[in-house]
């Protein structure tokens, strides 16, 4: 078998080119699910971020809940309220 020196033939230029061109394909396919991966990351972060913060405002609030047993402390302060009571509103309040 006679092996040539110096440059390639014209099978030898179009797999060579060939190779190049699927390589490239690959890395720029590779990099484009990269980049969708992380915009699709980004974007559930933003949507945790946006429901965590309208979560407390949907169920009616912390402070809701904090001026309710403060109203409940009131009544069991004053007597109206016996210790089981109290302890089963609060419970209740808090479930």
Known sequence: MIRRVGRPGLLGTMARTAVIA?????????????????????ADAEAYREQQQSAP????????????????????????????????AKTKLLA
């Open 57 to 88: 405002a949907a169920g009616g609030g912390g402070e809701d809940v904090i001026t309710k047993l403060d109203q409940l402390a009131q009544l069991h302060a004053s007597g109206a309220l016996t210790d089981e009571e109290f302890a089963a």
């Open 22 to 42: 699927g390589t490239a394909g690959a890395v720029n396919r590779s990099m484009n699910r990269a980049a969708d991966n992380r915009a699709q990351t980004r």
